[in-house]
């Protein structure tokens, strides 16, 4: 008994480290084919898988499970895996690049398992396990981190079938349970998944060469239930959130169904002959090229007829050729996916049914070379370990494309020009580029030659139009098509609204827009900021406006630009001004060196009578702006008020003036201060009437001209000032109390 123990304990360890060394074996050809991806940035999309902020606490991991739309798609399994990347490594690429590999060669090691637990000898199993790592279509999924969704739902996907077929073997409620929970879990990482209770049957229909109600139908009738549950609800998701019902034209079932037949050779095709992948793949007409489809279709079901009667030899080729095809079918174009609008086809599409295929290919290659080779134990070992290491090289080759969106897009429009999605993304990383902006029209115009209904792409270019002199009409117009083609376009309306709101009649629509977005995103606090800001121009909306700045701050407490435009209309606000001064404060804990924050802070402290405390700000604020006329006049007014410091003020009058001497009220300002000092009096009356030479109708300045004539003795102009005033203006109380002095009507 010691010596069977013994036995089947060095089994088992040699069965252990045979096990660790394929699969250190297959981490090695893994890292050697995506090493140049590893130090890759964020590509198109990941920006809306790698948690953002609004997900990152334990409320973002509620919403990620319960709300619907939290999530770019409703992967809640997969959103909390990046939910706890992220809590491990936030935004450091490396991390979620090498869990990716890991997930691959993971489902590697379980394709392997598998085989071998369907009777596959070891060579096949592990050949296949190997042409998986390498296989050049599988770098989009795993150098994507996106794609992570492909990647994390198979390792599920294989957990659950292995745990069947143990469940199959052994009728043990655990194995089935553990075999249900990771069909969940592969079902909440991707609903792609959904086909695994189907390909549980055609495999118990391989095994036993019929399927039994009791031992293979009724235990997956549950699993049934929720792939359909699950898809279903993808499919909603995918339609009505995601958008596929509006960008995705509809299909005749003859088309669809010659649709699903081209995409199931291009598949193939790509698994068995690798070259020219590319990101995007050209966009087929189906309307105009399904005709030329027939013979695809009639392939397909030539082959499944062939396999059919070929069933009495060999199950094996038929059950594969239902593993591969049923894999794709959620892909095929039966159902609407939004990634149809810019191409039918695409590399990650198929990474489910790769692990299929590779068996297929491994299993025949091996029993071929087994039979044909004249000394098999030295000949197959080569042709195998060559196919491997030049799709290992291919894979690699590929690899280098996913370091960045630009090297990424511009392979894909060099090897596709007609991909408008290609030009898209890339005109929009380029556009975050500095002093790029000129070549990210040039591109998103090209992508619209492409696609002119490409909202995304309109409302794109007409954001970096308003940032160019003299283009606001087109943007505007850009803004207001991209809207037309996609009325819950929430960005577009904001995009527009503030177009319109720089305009001098634009107001109203203005609001009408920023409405719009906001009934579309609830939660889209810079449209409620925008709009607030619009709100606050209008007057007797300013309560509208302070309570949209309330509710933007409630959801961001520390977004300055809200902070800052509160605090300007708290200014105006009669009675509040004060209440101004911890909205800039606010502004200045964000951003402590800018400007307009210490100047707006430095204004009010000013107006408040708390001129000491305004000079740090205002003196910040000229550090950060040196030549603005602004700055030096409220720096002047400023220092105007404390002891002994008027010459410094008028000094920054000066500097004020010689910057803008357009500024009206500077003037007026400037006249205020020379008055103080004796002997400039007529200077002062030289700066107020510049001052109504600029703004005519300038009351205040009229009433200081009355005031600075009756200085001087000139009674009669001093009248002339104080009466025209008050034609302009019949309730201007300072001007009718200096006529009534001068005439001696009332007493002081």
């Known amino acids: ?138 770098v989009e999924s795993v150098a994507w981190i996106t794609e992570q969704k492909n990647t994390l739902s198979t390792l599920f996907y294989l957990l659950s079938a292995l745990g069947y077929l143990e469940f199959q073997q052994r009728r043990s409620g655990p194995a089935y349970a553990w075999a249900f929970g990771c069909f969940l879990l592969a079902l909440g990482a991707k ?71 081209r995409v199931l050779w291009f598949s193939l095709g790509q698994l068995l002959w690798p070259a020219g992948l590319t990101f995007f793949y050209p966009l087929w007409d189906v309307a105009a090229e399904s005709r030329g489809w027939s013979l695809h279709l009639l392939a397909a079901v ?52 790769i692990p299929i295929a590779m068996a297929g290919v491994a299993t025949a290659g091996v029993a071929v070379m087994r039979r044909v080779a004249a000394r098999p134990r030295a000949l197959a070992p080569a042709l195998a370990v060559g196919v491997v290491l030049t799709l290992g090289l291919r894979a690699r080759n590929q690899s280098r494309l996913y370091q960045d969106n630009e090297t990424l897009f511009r392979a894909n429009i060099a090897h596709n020009p007609q991909s408008w999605m290609g ?33 995304d792409s309109l409302a794109a270019l007409a954001a970096l139009l308003v940032r160019a002199p003299g283009h606001r009409d087109e943007a505007i117009a850009l803004f207001r098509r991209a809207v037309q083609l996609r009325p819950t376009f929430a960005e577009a309306h904001n995009g527009l609204a503030n177009e319109l709101a720089a305009t001098p009649d634009g107001l109203a629509e203005a609001v009408e827009h920023y409405g719009t977005a906001l009934r579309l995103r609830p939660k889209f606090a810079l449209a409620r900021a925008n709009l607030a800001q619009a709100l606050a121009r209008i007057p007797g909306r300013a309560a509208e406006a302070l309570a949209c700045f309330d509710e933007v701050l409630r959801a961001m407490p520390d977004y300055a630009p809200a902070h800052f435009h509160r605090g300007n209309l708290l200014a105006t606000v009669p009675g509040r001004m004060a209440e101004a001064i911890p909205d800039y404060e606010a502004v200045l804990r964000q951003l402590p060196d800018d400007p307009e ?89 030289a700066q107020v009437q510049q001052a109504l030479r600029l703004q005519p109708n300038y009351l205040e300045a009229e009433n200081l001209r009355g005031i600075i004539h009756a200085r001087l003795g000139d009674a009669a102009a001093a009248r002339a000032a104080w009466t025209r005033a008050l034609e302009l203006d019949p309730t201007f109380a300072p001007a009718r109390q200096n006529l009534q002095l001068l005439s001696g009507k009332t007493t002081r």
């Not at 050949?127 to 296989?135: G, Y």
């Not at 005109?427 to 030659?449: K, N, Q, S, W």
């Not at 040196?626 to 220092?639: C, D, E, I, K, W």
Request: hydrophobic share 55%.
């Open 302 to 353: 030539a082959v499944t007829a062939a396999l059919w009667l070929w069933r009495r030899r060999s199950r094996g080729p038929l059950a594969w050729w239902l593993l591969y095809a049923g894999t794709l079918f959620p892909v095929l174009g039966f159902l609407k996916v939004f990634s149809f609008s810019f191409s039918y086809v695409a590399d990650h599409f198929q990474y489910l049914a």
């Open 597 to 685: 924050a210490h100047l707006a802070l430095g204004r009010v402290l000013t107006q408040l009578g708390r001129p000491a405390d305004a000079l740090p700000h205002l003196e910040a604020a000229l550090r950060g702006q040196p030549n603005s006329a602004m700055v030096h006049a409220q720096l002047a007014n400023a220092l105007a008020l404390l002891p002994g410091r008027l010459n410094e003020a008028i000094v920054h009058d000066e500097a004020a003036l010689q910057i803008d001497p357009r500024l009206p009220w500077v003037r007026f300002n400037f006249a205020l201060h020379l008055l103080e000092i004796a002997g400039r009096i007529e200077e002062a009356l």
């Open 423 to 455: 030009h898209h993304i890339l005109a929009d990383t380029v556009a975050r580029t500095p002093g790029r902006r000129v070549e990210a029209i040039a591109l998103f115009r090209r992508a619209l030659e492409l696609k002119p209904d490409n909202p």
């Open 191 to 261: 609903t792609m998944t959904v086909t695994l209770p189907a390909a549980l049957l055609v495999l118990s229909w391989w095994q036993h060469g019929r399927l039994a109600w009791r031992r293979d139908v009724l235990p997956l009738l549950p699993w049934f239930a929720m792939a359909l549950a699950a898809g279903l609800l993808t499919r909603s998701v995918e339609g009505e959130w995601v958008g596929a019902n509006l960008v995705v034209p509809d299909l005749s079932l003859l088309e669809r169904t010659l649709l699903a037949a």
């Open 1 to 138: 008994m010691n010596d069977s123990a013994s036995s089947i304990t060095a089994v088992r360890l040699r069965s252990v480290g045979g096990l660790l060394a394929a699969s250190g074996g297959l981490i090695v050809l893994a890292l050697l084919a995506y090493a140049p991806a590893l130090r890759g940035a964020m590509l198109w999309d990941d920006p809306a898988h790698v948690t953002r902020l609004g997900l990152q606490g334990w409320h973002g991991l509620w919403r990620i499970w319960f709300e619907i739309g939290a999530t770019q798609e409703y992967y809640p399994v997969l959103h909390t895996a990046f939910w706890i990347e992220h809590a491990l490594w936030g935004e450091s690429m490396l991390g979620y690049h090498l869990l990716n590999v890991l997930l691959h060669v993971g489902n590697a090691v379980l394709l392997a398992l598998c085989l071998r637990r369907l009777g596959s000898d070891s060579a096949a199993a592990w050949l296949a396990a190997a042409l998986f790592v390498v296989h050049p279509v599988c």
